[in-house]
């Protein structure tokens, strides 16, 4: 038996070398970011800018004329969106936010009169405040008549959220206490510090108000030098695609 280990000692000493010497096929070699192609920058996520926003009770963001973000709830509970933005100045801002009423009569539960409010904050300064432009499209009940409810509503601008549209005969945004919105607990769990509760002049009557904002950074330049190349025109609030050529007639 003495004989025979060094016989078997050995092989598993030369299987030991080589299985050390051998790369493990487990491990992945780092990933090596490839070089710019021509020159061109890609943004990174640093970037990008945070932002959050709470609305009593819905809202959607349009930034640049692009739709941005969505409220995923409509009612209840209140919820607080966060998003991530890529930055570019100057930056129009245009936001719809509703309070829960009927279209019908501007009521909420049956008879009673709610309220609205949102607030806004984005990493690079940007709070809401009253130098937004508000305008109310839908307003009741009339008088805060809910025995016989009545309301007044208009339609919406077209291209209210391009970066073009006028809206210097809108209305500033009227600022409101945080104790006059009450808002309920996710308006703590995030950073709304310098940012004002805004609405149009009446906080309970106006249902649907137009909100918008252009942000200036004087100075400000894009670091990276690429352009989406997907096409999202099928998305509201978007600008629609150049049209296609027309076909080539067909051959006699």
Same mark, same amino acid.
């Given at each position: 038996?003495?004989?025979?280990?060094? #016989?078997?000692?050995? $092989?598993?000493? =030369?299987?030991? /070398? *080589?299985?050390?010497?051998?790369?493990?096929?487990?491990?992945? %070699?780092?990933?090596?970011?490839?070089?710019?192609?021509?020159?061109?920058?890609?943004?990174?996520?640093?970037?990008?800018?945070h932002g959050s926003v709470y609305a009593d009770n819905w809202f959607a963001m349009y930034i640049n004329g692009k739709l941005v973000a969505v409220d995923s709830i409509d009612f209840l509970p209140h919820n607080v969106v966060s998003l991530d933005i #890529?930055?570019?100045? $100057?930056?129009? =801002?245009?936001? /719809? *936010?509703?309070?829960?009423?009927?279209?019908?009569?501007?009521? %909420?539960?049956?008879?009673?009169?709610?309220?609205?409010?949102?607030?806004?904050?984005?990493?690079?300064?940007?709070?809401?405040?009253?130098?937004?432009?508000?305008?109310?499209?839908?307003?009741?009940?009339?008088?805060?008549?809910?025995?016989?409810?009545?309301?007044?509503?208009?339609?919406?601008?077209?291209?209210?959220?391009?970066?073009?549209?006028?809206?210097?005969?809108?209305?500033?945004?009227?600022?409101?206490?945080?104790?006059?919105?009450?808002?309920?607990?996710?308006?703590?769990?995030?950073?709304?510090?310098?940012?004002?509760?805004?609405?149009?002049?009446?906080?309970?009557?106006?249902?649907?108000?137009?909100?918008?904002?252009?942000?200036?950074?004087?100075?400000?330049?894009?670091?990276?030098?690429?352009?989406?190349?997907?096409?999202?025109?099928?998305?509201?609030?978007?600008?629609?695609a150049a049209p296609s050529a027309p076909p080539a007639p067909a051959a006699p």
């Amino acid at each position: 038996m003495n004989r025979l280990l060094p #016989l078997i000692a050995v $092989p598993l000493c =030369i299987l030991a /070398i *080589a299985a050390q010497q051998q790369p493990r096929q487990n491990q992945q %070699e780092p990933r090596r970011r490839k070089p710019p192609q021509d020159g061109i920058v890609k943004p990174a996520m640093s970037d990008t800018i945070h932002g959050s926003v709470y609305a009593d009770n819905w809202f959607a963001m349009y930034i640049n004329g692009k739709l941005v973000a969505v409220d995923s709830i409509d009612f209840l509970p209140h919820n607080v969106v966060s998003l991530d933005i #890529l930055p570019e100045y $100057p930056m129009t =801002i245009a936001v /719809i *936010a509703k309070d829960n009423a009927d279209p019908k009569t501007g009521c %909420e539960y049956g008879r009673s009169i709610g309220d609205g409010g949102i607030v806004i904050k984005f990493a690079d300064g940007t709070v809401t405040d009253a130098s937004w432009k508000a305008k109310c499209i839908f307003h009741g009940p009339i008088d805060r008549d809910t025995a016989n409810p009545k309301v007044r509503s208009e339609p919406i601008p077209e291209n209210w959220f391009a970066v073009d549209f006028d809206d210097s005969k809108w209305e500033n945004a009227t600022e409101y206490t945080q104790e006059r919105i009450d808002p309920k607990q996710p308006f703590f769990e995030h950073d709304f510090k310098g940012a004002k509760w805004i609405w149009s002049g009446d906080l309970d009557l106006d249902n649907t108000v137009l909100f918008r904002k252009k942000i200036e950074k004087p100075g400000a330049k894009r670091r990276w030098t690429t352009k989406p190349d997907l096409d999202t025109s099928f998305a509201p609030g978007t600008a629609p695609a150049a049209p296609s050529a027309p076909p080539a007639p067909a051959a006699p």
